[in-house]
């Protein structure tokens, strides 16, 4: 039976991926479950333009939501409307896997795990972690220094908890 090269070059697409992310053979099968908002085969949880817009999920201010500039869903708004800085957006990268969950190890979907020292931005807004504009560092709605605000990096241990680490 022949296979359209097509066909190869987008399964050796996720091969190249998942290896290139430390994933096994194990999690590539699983990650063809996984959400592809896009439709291009890779799963939302690595992918680098999760909505095909055109722009890196570091750098798009609606990482889950677009006009995809190619692939199966080319000219169609992919996703939601809802920006990552909305209170509202509860799942930023569009990965199933809610903001406040602790299976989120990375909110913005950039590729960088939250608690990465090279992770300058978690809630994907475009401001610095650091920066004093940045009010909310994991983006939930909640300011980071009001009262009920218990979680100010969003990896959903509480920042008086013993284990958590950052």
Do not use: C, F
Request: aromatic share 2%; charged share 35%.
């Amino acid at each position: 039976m022949k296979t359209h090269p097509l066909l190869r070059a987008k399964v050796g697409l996720k091969w190249i991926v998942a290896l290139s992310l430390g994933l096994s053979p194990m999690h590539l099968h699983a990650a063809n479950t996984a959400p592809d908002l896009d439709g291009d085969g890779v799963p939302n949880i690595v992918d680098p333009d999760i909505d095909n817009d055109g722009i890196p999920n570091a750098l798009d201010d609606n990482i889950d939501g677009g006009i995809a500039k190619s692939g199966p869903h080319s000219g169609q708004y992919l996703g939601d409307h809802i920006n990552n800085d909305n209170p509202g957006e509860k799942d930023i990268d569009g990965d199933d896997q809610a903001d406040d969950s602790l299976g989120e190890t990375d909110l913005d979907g950039d590729g960088k795990t939250d608690n990465d020292a090279l992770e300058q931005d978690i809630d994907g807004d475009r401001r610095a972690d650091n920066s004093p504009g940045e009010l909310d560092e994991d983006g939930d709605g909640r300011m980071d220094d009001a009262a009920g605000e218990d979680d100010i990096d969003g990896d959903s241990l509480d920042d008086d908890d013993i284990v958590e680490l950052d």
